[in-house]
């Protein structure tokens, strides 16, 4: 086995380690390099889905962590197994920790999907550029590599793919950021500061996503969530049959101008497949789906992907979704890496608590044990927070979402933007048009669903949408009253 092991960073792919270890250890070939960790001669240049988990952990004396915990964190099946059935899903896990599986991309649904089962490299140059400044190095991020991440959150800026007619494991040597070898490099074109706002949203969920446990988020206990929030929204009937042109439009207008861009052919089918992709996902007895087609749904139908996980617990009427970290007892290899997150990557102790998987609270007490100072939030939020508070808050960010992911309460996010007139008039041209579909969807769907119910008790019901429209949709309003054969009440 090799001599030198790297630190495996809490956020870079196995395969990117494979490949610093290489280099550390001056190997002849790549084959040798990936004989001596995995026992095969090509595991290690597997970009994806390495397997033969067992032997490189036995091989590395445990100091990569588990195989469950290095398939869940560092290689893309922590995307793909929280939306597969819970039993499939660990014997999955069981499989790649003993060995590699035959025919993986069909088990995981991925063949059937027409998503489409290569995935490219991507890589953000700001990222790359900091840590080779900061590390002498630069790595694959495992957040950048999933297959709905088109941009980078931290740097708020389009990812870069790497186009090549050979997949990675077929190169007899590793691709790395600062050497992609002969690799075309596409940066993602991103049509709009609104479509920047949406790809943030959905490389945020897809993050959330990876946080579950193996099938957390299974097909049933989806559906139970679809069903809920369809119906919630006018989407759906009470007995369950979709709204189609209501979601279709609500789909088209959540994702205008995107369906260009590598690996969202999903949505250039909206419209004669999307309805008949919804109903499977909401059905009683659901079809899987490609994790980006989920994540494509969620985001059209819900403000956040709290709202969509608190859905599927109410819906699913069983226990919560589990996250990966829960139960989890504390392991030297994880104050290890927070310490690192933090004091060499400069990262919030809220920031790095998130990656490793704990809560905030026990990040600070992590930091106590550390000796590594940190200001309380209650005293003083850094410039840092402040900035990424203000970022996500132009987005149209949902703000108990921004608080979460900025580790701040939310009064402070309320306060900052309470002080800024430039940055509400950002967030709401952000918010305004998905919240103006929204309304008129809900409206309209309530007038004729309760026809027989006056309009001053219509506008009781909850979430009926006619205040916000009052305010800032009035024209349609009118008009659709006048459609639906009611005359605005005295006080409107
Ligand atoms: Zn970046």
Known sequence: MSAILPLLLANQTLYSWCSQAHQLNCSTSARQTSDRLFGTPYSALCHDFPAHLRTLTQRTRGQLGSPRELA?????????????????????????????????????????????????????????????????????????????????????????????????????????????QDCKLNEVRVPSETAMATLSRLARDSLELTTLSPGGLSPARAAGGYQRLLRERGLATSRGNLRVGQLVSLVRERYRGLDELPGMAPLSSVGHEWPGLAASLSRRKPQPGHPLKHLLLVGAITDSWKEFVQACEAGCGTATIGYQTNPRSTRDQDLTQFKQLVLEERMSISGASKIIGVSTTTGVQWAKRLGITYTSRSKSVSPAAIGEVRKLLAEG????????????????????????????????????????LVARTSFSHLCKSHSHLPLSELRKLPGNGYAWLYRNDRTWLSKALHRHGRPPSRDS
């Open 397 to 436: 960010e949902h703000v108990d979402t921004i608080a979460i992911s900025s580790g701040v309460s939310t009064s402070v996010v309320n306060r900052i933007l309470g002080a800024d007139d430039r940055l509400k008039a950002l967030r709401s041209r952000s918010t305004f048009s998905h919240r103006k």
């Open 72 to 180: 869940l964190r560092h290689t893309l099946l922590g995307y793909f197994l929280p939306t597969i059935d819970d039993k499939k899903a660990e014997e999955i896990i069981d499989l790649v920790t003993e060995g590699a599986i035959p025919c993986l991309k069909m088990r995981l649904g991925i063949t059937a999907s027409r998503v489409g089962g290569y995935h490219p490299l991507k890589l953000c140059p700001g990222c790359a550029d900091e840590e080779q400044e900061r590390l002498g190095y630069s790595y694959w991020h495992i957040e950048h590599q999933l297959p709905s991440s088109f941009v980078c959150l931290k740097h708020a800026r389009p990812l870069v793919f790497l186009r090549d007619a050979i997949t990675p494991v077929h190169r007899r040597y590793w691709v790395t950021p600062t050497d992609p």
